[in-house]
């Protein structure tokens, strides 16, 4: 079946803009992440949205980054006034329960350059 | 706390030789480990993980990893490295007690020469 997808794949911006990023979770996963991924860095958990409950937002790095998932399927994060840190590829994830234990799927990435 | 160590940045091998990935973690928790392997430009993939069965662990493409808590490790291994193998690759570390903090090492670059 279909994987994870994400979209766009690239995106290039000027700083102070604001972008929005999609990800298409695999269809029944209950468990969407996301996660920022800068060059020579591991993964930063970003967010965590979990079936109907409040997301666990402690990831996301200033107040300027937020997401919503509607419906508990697609999902979107915003960065607003995006700076020249915000460069990064941001990867989405989905697993079917959220479990701790259960494997997570990933998206290929949004490269976003912000010039 | 969980965290993740992942001793080498760069690893090479030739073609043919064993491969030995490090990965030491820290855990308050019984963890769950895991290996992902991403490959230019591709999404993340699964490799293997552990969950509390078996401390041996195999995975796809011949790569297997050990649990070992004495030593708080979970290296990767493979016998044979082949040239597909050249990718970026993480262990992370989860508790089980939670669903949403998985603590991804920095990677390992694996080289393979030909």
């Known amino acids: 079946g279909a994987g994870v997808s994400q979209s766009p794949s690239n995106k290039v911006t000027e700083k102070g803009k604001d972008v929005e990023l999609r990800c298409d979770p695999i269809s029944g996963h209950t468990a969407l992440y996301w996660y920022r991924q800068s060059l020579g860095q591991g993964l930063e958990f970003l967010i965590y949205f979990q079936g109907n409950s409040a997301p666990d937002k402690s990831g996301l790095p200033s107040d300027r980054f937020s997401a919503e998932r509607t419906g508990g399927s697609v999902s979107t994060l915003t960065i607003q006034r995006t700076q020249q840190e915000d460069s990064a590829v941001y990867l989405c994830?989905?697993?079917?329960?959220?479990?701790?234990?259960?494997?997570?799927?990933f998206g290929p990435g949004t490269r976003l350059l912000v010039l | 706390a969980q965290s993740v160590t992942q001793l080498d940045s760069h690893v090479s091998v030739s073609e043919g030789t064993p491969v030995l990935l490090r990965c030491n973690y820290s855990?308050?928790?019984?963890?769950?480990l895991f290996w992902y392997v991403q490959h230019p430009n591709k999404g993340l993939q699964l490799l293997l993980k552990y969950t509390s069965a078996a401390t041996l662990v195999k995975g796809i493409n011949g790569f297997e990893a050990e649990f070992k808590k004495s030593e708080t490790s979970f290296h990767l291994t493979k016998p044979s490295a082949h040239m597909s193998d050249a990718a970026e690759y993480f262990c992370?570390?989860?508790?089980?007690?939670?669903?949403?903090?998985?603590?991804f090492g920095t990677g390992t670059s694996l080289t393979v020469i030909p």
């Open positions: 994830a989905s697993s079917l329960a959220g479990s701790g234990w259960e494997t997570q799927y």
């Open positions: 992370v570390v989860s508790a089980t007690n939670t669903g949403n903090q998985f603590y």
């Open positions: 855990s308050s928790y019984s963890p769950s």
